[in-house]
């Protein structure tokens, strides 16, 4: 039904009071939650109070005030390559559009906490100038939709959305950034499904921990699967909940089962406060290597990191491919150049 999902959004809890209501709150979360942004739907707390590991990745900590060295608000230089108000132009042939800053559920490793959560949904009329801007430059084939979270738009406001991206002849591809049937499968409705269908969008879903695969969320991936949409995941790689190779076996067979094909496994990018979130580097080289030979081929993502100011996705498949200079690794991205992520020995 279209008004159980609008219901769960209504009823997001976003104060620490809340949040004290359905879970047992220790004294540095009770701290950390109080006068910062937040927001987690009852569902997904339903599921992350009964997970250890989730919880981490939700409910606030006191660690997220700490700003270590080579954080940034916006660490992948996003803004450096904004084209027009709700559009960035990184790749050559591809664009991303940021169509809200609203989440049903706020990460607390977000790499746009700059901006996810600090206004309200804009309307279609807001994004004349991005579309003029993709209609006159033909190099674009890819317009991946992100922000926030486009699936907690209106089935009116996206299918407008998607009708005048897909109206432009040389966009052949267009795929959706959404963490919804994780954190809202109620979402998942006929509806939805007819729009994605209609306009043959592809999902890049948001997937940390096999603890999400709820019997609610498979039913949510199969009805999408059903109605033949594409999906494949992305995973962040997180320190203390998904850093062991059992955990991102279970993770990436139980994708596999819902139709989701496991695409990048992410070196998490350092976001101002995130120093408690970032595995090592060898440590995402040390796992990746540990799954070839112990699970499907198919279930393999690759593990990449999010070049710091711009440089794209380079996936990483050995350590030959970087070098360390202090507390920094360097490496190159697909253009050559040369990027450097911190990761303190």
């Not at 804009?122 to 084939?141: D, G, L, N």
Request: glycine share 6%; net charge negative; with cysteine.
């Amino acid at each position: 039904m279209d008004s159980e999902w609008k219901e769960e959004l209504a009823g997001r809890i976003t104060t620490a009071d809340g949040l004290a209501e359905v879970v047992e709150l220790t004294d540095d979360e009770r701290a950390a939650a109080e006068g910062r942004v937040f927001a987690v739907t009852p569902y997904y707390l339903s599921v992350v109070r009964n997970s250890a590991a989730l919880r981490k990745t939700v409910i606030p900590r006191s660690a997220e005030k700490y700003r270590a060295i080579g954080e940034l608000a916006d660490p992948l230089g996003e803004e450096n390559h904004r084209v027009a108000p709700n559009l960035i132009h990184t790749y050559p042939d591809k664009v991303l559009f940021l169509v809200t800053a609203f989440c049903p559920v706020y990460c607390r490793y977000c790499t746009r906490s700059r901006m996810v959560g600090k206004n309200e949904f804009k309307t279609t009329s807001t994004f004349e100038e991005s579309f003029q801007y993709i209609e006159s430059h033909p190099e674009i084939r890819d317009v991946l939709i992100s922000g926030g979270d486009p699936l907690a738009m209106t089935d009116d406001a996206l299918d407008k959305l998607l009708s005048r991206i897909r109206a432009v002849p040389h966009v052949r591809m267009v795929r959706i950034g959404s963490k919804v049937p994780a954190v809202l499968p109620q979402r998942i409705t006929d509806g939805l499904c007819s729009i994605l269908r209609k306009h043959r969008v592809w999902l890049s879903l948001h997937f940390i921990h096999p603890d999400e695969l709820t019997p609610e969320t498979k039913t949510a991936c199969r009805k999408l699967a059903d109605s033949g949409i594409g999906m494949f995941s992305q995973t962040v790689l997180l320190k203390g909940v998904n850093d062991d190779t059992q955990t991102l076996v279970e993770l990436f067979y139980g994708l596999l089962e819902i139709n989701v094909k496991p695409y990048y496994l992410l070196q998490c990018d350092p976001v101002s406060g995130s120093a408690h979130f970032r595995t090592p580097v060898e440590k995402g080289i040390e796992l990746i290597q540990s799954l070839h030979g112990k699970i499907s081929g198919p279930a393999i993502p690759q593990y990449v990191i999010d070049a710091p100011g711009g440089g794209g996705k380079v996936p990483i498949l050995s350590s030959a491919q970087i070098r360390r200079e202090g507390d920094e690794v360097v490496f190159q991205n697909y253009e050559g150049r040369e990027y450097r992520y911190p990761d303190p020995m």
